[in-house]
């Protein structure tokens, strides 16, 4: 289980550092809250900034979150087919890394993709959501997908 999402620090709402652990312990702790997990990026000068985000929810009590962010120079990314991919396997790769703590726990990935064909983002539609569907998780997609198109965009720039 071990790689950058579960080794690194992930900040909570509050920018305070916390390890994957304590994520981990918080949603246990909590077992009413449903779990998501979404990601987003943006291009700032030379880098790519991807922001994964873990957020827990309770329809009419709220929620918290956790992110994490990581920088590529990878020149592959400028292609937005690409980083939506990107995007799609680093948040595959939290929701496994999740999991494997909590095999029972149901978990929703959010993906910053749109269904409406006139935007450039729904041509990856169907790859990233049979991908995500046949990994074992369901998906939200836009406008649905809060944890990817708010949360973990305001985080990746």
């Known amino acids: 289980m071990e790689n950058d999402e579960t080794k690194n620090s992930w900040f909570d709402g509050n920018s305070q550092s916390v390890n994957f652990c304590e994520i981990i312990n918080d949603i246990k702790e909590n077992p009413n809250f449903e779990l998501f997990v979404g990601c987003d990026s943006h291009k700032i000068s030379e880098k790519y900034i991807f922001a994964i985000v873990i957020a827990l929810y309770k329809p009419g009590w709220g929620g918290r979150f956790y992110f994490y962010r990581k920088k590529s120079k990878d020149v592959r990314l400028s292609t937005i087919k690409v ?74 720039r």
């Open 83 to 156: 980083r939506l991919i990107e995007e799609t396997e680093l948040a595959l790769d939290t929701a496994r890394n999740l999991r494997q703590c909590l095999p029972n726990k149901k978990i929703v990935v959010h993906l910053d993709i749109n269904t409406d064909q006139r935007f450039k983002s729904s041509a990856v539609l169907s790859y990233a959501t049979s991908y995500v569907i046949s990994s074992g998780f369901q998906i939200a997609v836009k406008p649905k997908a809060w944890a990817s198109s708010s949360l973990a965009d305001a985080f990746a």
